[in-house]
């Protein structure tokens, strides 16, 4: 028999985990996106008759895009609240959808990824501060994680999908657009289970309901003690020194901080918060991952596999390779840390991007290419993929919390999407070996910014992680420091 106490925490857990999961179902849209992408723009291409830039910007504009949709993210989940963020963005995924497959010109079609883009750049703003908000300390990086995992499972879906629709529907037309239709799931499911999402706690003490806050913290926490002590953990993190109001009174809330704090830190916290979350959100993207997804079909068929149903497979491959080290990262994130696994992930990455250039300039084998794009893959989702933004929702003070992840996330997608934008063209002009050796180089220069930059913050509560950020050393940049460091202050 369960005790009264169990009973509340596996109720707890269940609630927590249903919330977290309901809003990272979101970021299935986008990993769907790159998988089916991977199929439909050849047949997109050929039904419109465009040419390789128009196809190059048709694929590369949702990412670029959802750079600027994190900058619409942000605001409104400071001003109106998390849970209503989170069905903006799965109305903008419905409409972008709806015109993508339904699409009479390439022009409408690129209206709505542009449309879906702005959807992506909303989600990533909100979601991961969303879990990082409701979870407790002790699960929090396993189901922020949760955001990434669903990335990667869209991934996957979309590859699948694009193979199916490939042997089972003749008409050319009617298989991209088919399977660009089927993106209309994941909203569509977000959507059903709005009403089981509560609005973060940390967002009502911000705007000053406390007992509301209380009530949700003791659903999620399982104890209405425990939810007391968190309550007023929070309220003290927000007002610093002064003596927090009590959890069962109402207070006038606290403001989030202003865009002059943001971009112009004065305090330690906030800027060694800002640059590493700017750090992270770049690095993530500038080693060439989703573009090596996006055009995925084109670098195989580049290393001698010219059966589309070869390549198709070899899509499949790449996904299950960047799903399971995702969904086994749930397990160790909370038990290895955080800086560990983001090193060995960013020096596997070099390793392998450097091989498959190698692979390219010694004429190895198709099925060579593709074992070591999978390596590559897995590589980027033992840490790097999912700890991302498990750390970046960590790092950030509460008032900054909403704008600091929209601001990564806008130089994350930007990021993205130039690179999107580019690959291709890229490969092409240099030759697929020197496009791979050259993201060889950007990864290897990852690997110092993981090492010296990127606190510990596993088993800390987010307002311990605050408190630990704001008693460290400053960053410093001189080369002539007369301790010999040369590079930044190891955090």
């Known amino acids: ?10 109720t707890a857990f269940y609630y927590v985990l249903t919330a977290a999961g309901t809003s990272a179902i979101t970021a299935t849209t986008l990993g769907y996106d790159v998988g089916i992408m991977a199929d439909a723009a050849e047949g997109i291409k050929t039904h419109f008759s465009i040419d390789d830039a128009t196809n190059e910007l048709i694929i590369g504009s949702l990412n670029f895009v959802s750079a600027f949709g994190a900058l619409l993210g942000g605001p409104m989940a400071d001003r109106v609240g998390r849970k209503p963020t989170v069905l903006l963005c799965c109305i903008l995924y419905l409409i972008g959808t709806v015109l993508m497959a339904g699409a009479p010109s390439w022009q409408v079609l690129l209206l709505g990824r542009i449309i879906t883009g702005l959807g992506v750049g909303v989600s990533f703003t909100v979601c991961p501060v969303y879990v990082s908000e409701i979870a407790p300390a002790e699960l929090r990086g396993r189901l922020t994680t949760l955001f990434d995992i669903s990335i990667n499972v869209g991934i996957l879906v979309g590859y699948v999908v694009g193979y199916v629709c490939e042997e089972a529907i003749s008409n050319s037309e009617a ?4 399977m660009l ?14 009403a089981l999402l509560p609005e973060s706690p940390r967002y009502l003490v911000m705007r000053g309901k406390m007992r509301k806050a209380v009530e949700v913290l003791t659903l999620t926490l399982g104890s209405e003690e425990r939810a007391r002590e968190e309550c007023e953990s929070i309220r003290y993190a927000l007002h610093g020194e002064s003596k927090p109001a009590t959890p069962d009174e109402d207070s006038g809330g606290h403001a989030p901080a202003s865009w002059s704090d943001i971009l112009m830190p004065r305090t330690r916290l906030m800027q060694r918060a800002l640059f590493i979350v700017l750090g992270l959100s770049f690095w993530q993207q500038a080693t060439g991952s989703e573009a090596v997804l996006y055009y ?15 390549r198709l497979l070899g899509n499949m491959g790449l996904g299950v390779c960047k799903l399971i080290p995702e969904a086994v990262s749930l397990i160790y994130v909370d038990k290895l840390g955080r800086v560990k696994p983001l090193i060995l992930s960013a020096v596997a990455m070099t390793v392998l991007i450097f091989l498959i250039g190698f692979a390219y300039v010694q004429d190895w084998s198709g099925m060579t290419v593709v074992f070591l794009l999978c390596g590559f893959m897995l590589s980027f989702s033992i840490a790097i993929g999912p700890f991302t933004w498990v750390v970046v929702s960590e790092v950030l003070p509460l008032q900054m919390r909403a704008k600091g992840t929209m601001l990564g996330i806008f130089l994350n997608r930007l990021t993205s999407g130039t690179v999107a934008l580019t690959a291709l063209s890229t490969a092409d002009s240099l030759g697929p070996s020197t496009f791979f050796f050259l993201y060889t180089a950007v990864s290897a220069i990852s690997i110092m910014f993981y090492w010296r930059c990127v606190p510990e913050t596993a088993g800390k509560s987010l307002e311990e992680t605050e408190a630990m950020l ?11 420091h007369p301790d010999g460091e040369t590079l930044l202050y190891r955090l």
Request: with cysteine.
């Open 1 to 10: 028999m369960l005790s009264r106490e169990d009973d509340a925490a596996k």
């Open 175 to 178: 298989k991209w657009r088919t």
């Open 181 to 194: 239709g089927l993106g209309l799931v994941p909203p569509l499911m977000v959507c059903l289970c709005l």
């Open 296 to 310: 995925s079909a084109t670098f195989l068929e580049k290393a001698g596999l010219q059966s589309k149903s070869q």
């Open 470 to 480: 704001a008693e460290m050393p400053p960053l410093d940049y001189c080369p002539c």
